[in-house]
């Protein structure tokens, strides 16, 4: 059983940063695909950034490239989302996620098999 706990969300302005964190569980980083979520209130939830086990390749929606950046501390077991220049539509539950593979669905919620509780994160203009 993996276990993920979210942190780092809050509310911010346009233009500012955020970073979320997610504390996994044992070996998590290393053997599952992790990946970060969000869920806009009446919006169905969309992958925004996953990386393959071990920290290799990375995959990022359009809409965040170049904005945010996934990476991990395997030393830490914890997951990060570096969110530089937020949006107002960025404004979203933001979920960590694993998955036991994912290979050509890095980005697709239905590949992922564990779930954290999900953090805020509020931009407004």
């Known amino acids: 059983q993996v276990q993920l706990v979210e942190s780092g969300g809050g509310s911010v302005q346009a233009g500012g940063s955020l970073r979320l964190s997610c504390a996994a569980s044992?070996?998590?980083?290393?053997?599952?695909?992790m990946g970060w979520f969000r869920q806009a209130p009446g919006k169905e939830r969309e992958g925004v950034a996953a990386?393959?086990?071990?920290?290799?390749?990375?995959y990022y929606a359009d809409s965040v490239k170049g904005r945010f950046t996934i990476s991990q501390d395997n030393a830490k077991n914890t997951l990060y989302l570096q969110m530089n220049n937020l949006k107002p539509e960025d404004t979203a539950v933001y979920y960590c996620?694993?998955?036991?593979?994912?290979?050509?669905?890095?980005?697709?919620?239905?590949?992922?098999?564990?779930w954290g509780q999900g953090t805020q994160v509020t931009v407004s203009s």
């Open positions: 996620a694993a998955g036991r593979s994912a290979i050509g669905w890095e980005l697709s919620a239905f590949k992922y098999n564990y």
């Open positions: 044992g070996n998590t980083y290393s053997r599952y695909y």
């Open positions: 990386m393959y086990p071990g920290g290799g390749l990375t």
